[in-house]
């Protein structure tokens, strides 16, 4: 091949981009019974953490623009998960906040990380490589996302 950097397998993106996809499948089977997407779940889970957030808030954590949150945050408040209301503070913020039934939807996500992990181990993964993963993409998604440059 004449640009060998093209080749697909010299490509970490392709790796990357492949692995959160097949992670994102895998979460499917857990996440229909309970009528919600993937992404619908991280935003549960930031609320299950802290509830009552803003909307901006809730994209920084989850490193999404507010293009991508509003919609999110939209769809789910017409599942009956989230509810918004404005910030005391300030009119031009919405808080959003989980209603009884997003909250009673913990309890019932409860099992998935348990059931995750399962799956990892079946596939004869090794758990404590997986489990030393998580420190280099932390720092690998802090560095790429410019989160570093702007905490200093």
């Known amino acids: 091949m004449k640009y060998e950097q093209l080749k697909l397998d010299n490509q970490l993106c392709f790796r990357l981009y492949t692995a959160s996809r097949l992670i994102t499948q895998a979460y499917e089977p857990y996440l229909k019974p309970l009528g919600i997407t993937y ?3 991280l935003v549960l889970m930031v609320l299950w ?7 901006n808030d ?16 939209k769809r789910m408040e017409k599942l009956g998960l ?21 909250r009673a939807m913990q309890k019932q996500a ?31 998604i802090s560095k790429i996302s410019g989160r570093e440059n702007q905490e200093e």
């Open 110 to 140: 409860a099992h998935i990380p348990g059931c995750m992990a399962g799956d990892l181990r079946s596939c004869h993964l090794d758990m404590q490589q997986l489990a030393t993963m998580s420190p280099v993409l932390d720092e690998f």
């Open 39 to 41: 992404t619908q779940y």
């Open 58 to 73: 809730i994209g920084k954590r989850l490193l999404l623009g507010i293009n991508t949150t509003s919609p999110l945050v």
């Open 82 to 102: 989230v509810a918004r209301k404005d910030s005391p503070t300030d009119k031009r913020q919405q808080i959003v906040y989980l209603t009884e039934k997003g």
């Open 49 to 55: 953490e802290k509830d009552e957030q803003p909307v």
